[in-house]
C-alpha cells in the first residue's frame, strides 16, 4: 500500500449535497421563469386539440399561418413535444413534416426550429454549424458557452441520436489549429455549477492569463484550459481579479488585431461565458442593423432565449439601441416571419 | 436566407432511433450478466436485515471480518446503495465510516471501495489520481478509456457532487504537455456507441495515423483527434485497415522507445479502447508478479471489473499465465483481504 487512504474524501456528503443542488435547480427555475418572454395563456387546451387546429390550419385553400403562430408561439417545450406526440398519433405524420410541406423561406425556419425540442435543436443547429456551406464556429461557441452545464449534455446525447455521431467528433473533425483547439474542449464540457470561488487560484490564474496575452501567445495551453474548465463563478472571479489588477478588462487586451478571427472569436467566447445577455444584444443589433438583415442570426437567437433570457436580452437591447427590440424587429422583418418572431419576444397575444 | 435548409435533416428519426438505443441495451445488459464475477444469492435479505448484520459485525470484541464479506462482497450495487440508506437511516451514521473505523489497510480499501457506487468510487479514483502523492495517468486513462459513455458522465456528475470541480478541469490543471492533450479530451468524450462504421473514413484516418506515426509525431493533433473522439466501433474499423494495409497492429509501431512513458500511455490508451480484457490482464499479471505485490491496481481492477467483465478477464488471464487468476491471488494476498478479493472474483460462496 503506498499511500495512506484519505478517508474522510472517502465519505459521500450526500445529504448536503442534494440540498445544494435542489436550492441551486430552484433558483434557476425561478429566474428561467422570470427572464423568458415566451407568453402561455392561463388555460392551455388539451393537446389533442391544438393537434387538431393544426391540422386544420393545414388544410382547405392556402395555410392559416395565424392559427399556426397562435398556437405555437404560446405552447413552452414540454408542451409542444405533447403536441407532437399526439399529432404523430392521430394523424399518422410528424408535425414537423407537415409544417415544412406547408411554409417556406424565414417563416418556415423560424416554426421548425421553435417546435423542436431546446437539446434537439440545439444539436441539429450545431451540425449545421459543421457543415461546409453552413459553417459556423461562432454557433458552436455560442451553444457551448451559453447553456447550463446539463443542458449541453442533453444536446450531446441528442446529437448522438440523431447524427450517430458525438458533436466533439465532428467539430473535430470540421476545425483545425486553434480553433480546434478552443471549440473541441468547449462542447465537450461539463462544467462545475456551483458559486464557490477560489480566490487564490483566481488571482493566479489571472496573472497567467495577463502574462500569455502580453506575450501574444493567444492560443497558449493554458489559456485554453482556464476558458474551457473553470466554472463561471470561478472564471468570473478570475476575469475580475484581471481587471483589478491590470487596470483593464480582459477584452481590451484581446483587441490589438481588428481582423484577427481568433481574438474575436476568444472575445465572443468570453463574453458568453460571463455576460450572455450582452453577447445576444450584440449579435442581435448588428443581425438588424446589417445591410440585408442576418435573418439566421435573428431566428437563432429568438428561437433559442425565448424560453431562457430573452426578457433579459431585450433589456440590454433597449438600453443600448435606444429604441425596443421589437421596434427594431418590426421594421426590419415582415408578414409571418415576423408576427411569429414578435409573439416570440413577448409581443403577440397569448 | 444564405442557404435553404435541409429538412429531410431537421425531422427527428425518433421512432426508429429508440429501438436501437432498446437494442443496445439489452445486448449490453446481457453481456454485463454473463460476464461478471459477482455472485449475488437467488434470495437475497432484505436492506434492513443485512444492515443490522453488518452493524453487528462490528460490535463486541473484535470486528466480524468474514461476516461484512458474506454480505457485502455479494450485494450488487443497487443492493449495497439500498443497505447503506437503511442504515444510515437505522444507525445515524455513514456505512462507510463505520467500515473505515473497523478496517484496515488493504482489506479496507478494498471493502470501502466496492461498497461505493460505481460512478462515485470512479470520481474518488481519478480524483485520487490527480493527486501529488497518488497521481496516475493510467487510472485517468483506464476510466475515459474502459468505461462506456453514459458511465464516464456518471463519473463526472459524481465528481461535481463530491469534489465541488469537474473532473477535466482537475485533470488539466494536473498535467502537462502531451499527457494533458491527451487525457483531457479522453475524460471529456461522449463517444457515440452505435456500430455503425464508415469504411471509406477507417481508410484515411489509418493512413492519417500511419503517417504521423512514421514522422515519429506521435502527440500530432490528428493522432489525438482520432483516438479521442471516434465511437470505438470505428476506431476498431481504423486499427483493422491500419493492420491490413500497412503490415503491423498500430502499437507495434508506437514502441520504437521502450522508456518513452507517452508511448506507454498511448498504447495502452488504444488498448483499453479496442480490448479492454487484455488491458485487465495484463495491469493483473504485472500487479501480482512484481516483487511486492501492487496492491492498489490489484484492488482497484477487481473492484471495478466484478460487476462488469471479470469472467472474461478471468479468461485472458488463464490463458496468458496458464494458472487461474484465483491460484495467484492465493498466492499473493492474505487474510481477509485475500478472501475478499476471491469472493469478488466468484471463488467465494454466495
Given at each position: ?44 387546451p388539451p393537446p389533442y ?60 425556419r423560424v416554426v421548425l ?131 483589478n489588477a491590470f487596470g ?103
Amino acid at each position: 500500500m503506498r499511500y495512506k487512504t484519505s478517508l474522510e474524501v472517502i465519505m459521500s456528503p450526500i445529504v448536503s449535497d442534494s440540498w445544494q443542488t435542489i436550492k441551486r435547480r430552484v433558483k434557476t427555475e425561478w429566474r428561467v421563469k422570470t427572464m423568458a418572454s415566451l407568453k402561455v395563456p392561463a388555460s392551455v387546451p388539451p393537446p389533442y386539440e391544438d393537434a387538431e387546429q393544426l391540422n386544420k390550419a393545414f388544410k382547405g385553400w392556402g395555410t392559416n399561418e395565424g392559427l399556426i403562430i397562435s398556437i405555437l408561439a404560446h405552447r413552452n417545450a414540454a408542451q409542444r413535444n405533447l403536441i407532437r406526440q399526439v399529432y404523430a398519433e392521430a394523424y399518422g405524420q410528424d408535425l414537423l413534416k407537415d409544417l415544412d410541406k406547408e411554409l417556406s423561406s424565414d417563416f418556415e425556419r423560424v416554426v421548425l426550429l421553435w417546435t423542436l425540442d431546446p437539446a434537439e435543436r440545439d444539436a441539429y443547429l450545431a451540425n449545421e454549424a459543421t457543415k461546409r456551406f453552413t459553417s459556423s464556429n461562432w454557433v458552436l461557441m455560442e451553444i457551448a458557452c451559453t447553456r447550463s452545464s446539463h443542458d449541453l449534455f442533453k444536446v450531446r446525447q441528442a446529437y448522438h441520436a440523431r447524427h450517430k455521431k458525438s458533436l466533439e467528433e465532428d467539430v473535430a473533425y470540421h476545425t483545425t489549429g486553434d480553433f480546434r483547439k478552443l471549440l473541441v474542449p468547449l462542447v465537450s464540457a461539463f462544467r462545475y455549477e456551483g458559486e464557490e470561488v477560489n480566490t487564490m487560484l483566481a488571482k493566479s490564474e489571472a496573472k497567467t492569463l495577463h502574462e500569455k496575452i502580453s506575450d501574444k501567445a493567444y492560443s497558449d495551453d493554458e489559456i485554453i484550459r482556464i476558458l474551457t474548465t473553470r466554472s463561471k463563478a470561478q472564471l468570473n472571479a478570475t476575469l475580475n481579479h484581471y481587471n483589478n489588477a491590470f487596470g483593464n478588462a480582459i477584452n481590451k487586451n484581446l483587441k490589438e488585431d481588428a481582423d484577427n478571427e481568433f481574438l474575436k472569436l476568444l472575445r465572443a467566447t468570453i463574453k458568453c461565458l460571463t455576460y450572455p445577455e450582452k453577447y445576444f444584444e450584440k449579435l442581435l443589433r448588428l443581425a438588424i442593423k446589417k445591410i440585408g438583415t442576418d435573418e439566421w442570426a435573428l431566428t437563432r437567437v429568438v428561437t433559442t432565449r425565448a424560453e431562457v433570457d430573452m426578457e433579459r436580452i431585450k433589456e440590454e437591447y433597449h438600453r443600448r439601441n435606444s429604441v425596443t427590440l421589437a421596434h427594431d424587429i418590426a421594421g426590419e422583418a415582415s408578414g409571418d416571419y415576423e408576427r411569429m418572431l414578435l409573439a416570440l419576444i413577448g409581443h403577440g397575444d397569448a
